[in-house]
């Protein structure tokens, strides 16, 4: 171990275990050439680190500061092509105020009386390997400063992706509608013959109009039961996510900003936004397992 160098690793190793003035008189090195050593080492990995805090803090703007430090990693070493482990982003990110903004709670919705209700045929049984099998949808609303605003999203469980969403000021049932009509375009890309659309028992879903639609689609309809959100758990983790990471505030914005802005985000989720599951967005994901 002639090499000061190797020294000098073996010292910084050891010196939470052992005096570096012992080490340093078994190894024969001086004190001053280690501190000197150990100095240039911090300042180059302090260099280092603050390059990469730097790419996080420009990418969590743009993102709007949605991504946790999995997420993080993922994008720094598939898309930047650095190596780095999890726990040194967390580290940094914890350091340099970049960590992702806390999720609120939703609060559960109440319960309408059904026209037509349906088996729960998930079960909570979230996950499938195949295209437009299990479809998840729900209605969230904004308030904004000059009136409430309504989101209606559909889920496919196989890659994450918000395949239809439509707004309005309301929330009756063409605006499930029109998002179902969105979605149904997906169903031609699907080898799979049966399509299971889950949702909670909201009166859009209980609906003639929702059943007779669903119907002439092929689709099958599935149901949770009243009063456990937890059955349509996909979904509401979308909306919840959503408005954590985009929308943690809505009181000054109008509605008409509001819209603009869900067609912005549900595109970055859908095209851009690394999921955690596939380690890739889900429309990307989609096509590149087609």
């Known amino acids: 171990m002639g090499c000061p160098r190797i020294k000098y690793i073996v010292i910084f190793k050891l010196k939470n275990k052992f005096p570096i003035k012992s080490i340093c008189k078994i190894l024969g090195v001086s004190?001053?050439?280690y501190y000197k050593w150990s100095k240039n080492l911090t300042t180059k990995r302090t260099k280092k680190e603050q390059v990469v805090?730097?790419?996080?803090?420009?990418?969590?703007?743009?993102?709007?500061?949605t991504y946790g430090y999995r997420r993080m990693t993922i994008w720094l070493n598939s898309v930047k092509d650095i190596k780095i482990n999890h726990k040194t982003v967390l580290r940094i990110m914890k350091k340099y105020g970049l960590c992702s903004k806390i999720r609120r709670n939703r609060k559960i919705k109440s319960i309408c009386e059904a026209v037509h209700t349906y088996e729960n045929m998930l079960k909570r049984k979230f996950s499938t390997n195949i295209k437009n099998q299990k479809w998840t949808t729900d209605i969230t609303q904004f308030k904004g400063s000059n009136g409430i605003l309504y989101l209606s999203a559909l889920k496919d469980l196989y890659d994450g992706a918000i395949l239809g969403y439509a707004y309005a000021s309301n929330s009756k049932t063409p605006l499930v509608l029109n998002t179902i009509?969105?979605?149904?375009?997906?169903?031609?890309?699907s080898k799979n013959n049966i399509t299971i659309l889950h949702s909670d028992q909201g009166a859009q879903y209980t609906s003639n109009e929702y059943?007779?639609?669903?119907?002439?689609?092929?689709?099958?309809?599935?149901m949770s039961r009243p009063g456990t959100p937890i059955d349509n758990a996909p979904i509401e983790s979308f909306f919840s996510?959503?408005?954590a990471?985009?929308?943690?505030?809505?009181s000054n914005m109008t509605i008409e900003s509001i819209a603009k802005d869900i067609d912005i985000y549900i595109s970055f989720y859908n095209n851009e936004r690394i999921s955690l599951r596939n380690k890739m967005a889900p429309l990307k994901y989609r096509y590149i397992a087609a």
Request: net charge negative; glycine share 4%.
């Open 241 to 243: 996510t959503m408005k």
């Open 31 to 33: 004190r001053s050439g």
């Open 211 to 222: 059943h007779e639609y669903i119907e002439s689609l092929g689709i099958i309809a599935s």
């Open 53 to 65: 805090a730097e790419m996080i803090k420009s990418y969590q703007e743009i993102t709007h500061s």
């Open 245 to 250: 990471e985009w929308f943690p505030d809505t």
């Open 181 to 189: 009509k969105q979605a149904s375009r997906y169903l031609t890309d």
